[in-house]
Nanobody, 121 residues
Framework: QVQLVESGGGLVQAGESLRLSCAASGRTFSSYAMGWFRQAPGKEREFVACIGKSAIYYSTSVKDRFTISRDNAKNTVYLQMNTLKPEDTAVYYC????????????????WGQGTQVTVSS
């Protein structure tokens, strides 16, 4: 069982940056693939980025602006978000997958409660 707690969301202006953190419980954090997803009001949950032991994937909408990283010693995964745009406004969720490095939210086993990111124009 893994528990995930996100932090770092907030209100920023377009062009600014935020860093989200996701702290995980458990002693096997390094064995999980970790992903970030987001969900805007009235929209489906959308893949943002994921990181495994050696591979990283990004959605095309955030590639070159967002960076995912993990610190296995701290059981934490990060999402550095630069050059934020109003369309990045959403609740951001951290998720853990026991197998593979999926980009589909249905393949993730554990979820955090989400953190709100609001980007004003």
């Amino acid at each position: 069982q893994v528990q995930l707690v996100e932090s770092g969301g907030g209100l920023v202006q377009a062009g600014e940056s935020l860093r989200l953190s996701c702290a995980a419980s458990g002693r096997t954090f390094s064995s999980y693939a970790m992903g970030w997803f987001r969900q805007a009001p009235g929209k489906e949950r959308e893949f943002v980025a994921c990181i495994g032991k050696s591979a990283i994937y990004y959605s095309t909408s955030v590639k070159d602006r967002f960076t995912i990283s993990r610190d296995n010693a701290k059981n934490t995964v990060y999402l550095q978000m630069n050059t934020l745009k109003p369309e990045d406004t959403a609740v951001y969720y951290c998720a853990a997958a026991e197998t593979g490095l999926p980009v589909s939210h249905s393949s993730y086993d554990y979820w955090g409660q989400g953190t709100q990111v609001t980007v004003s124009s």
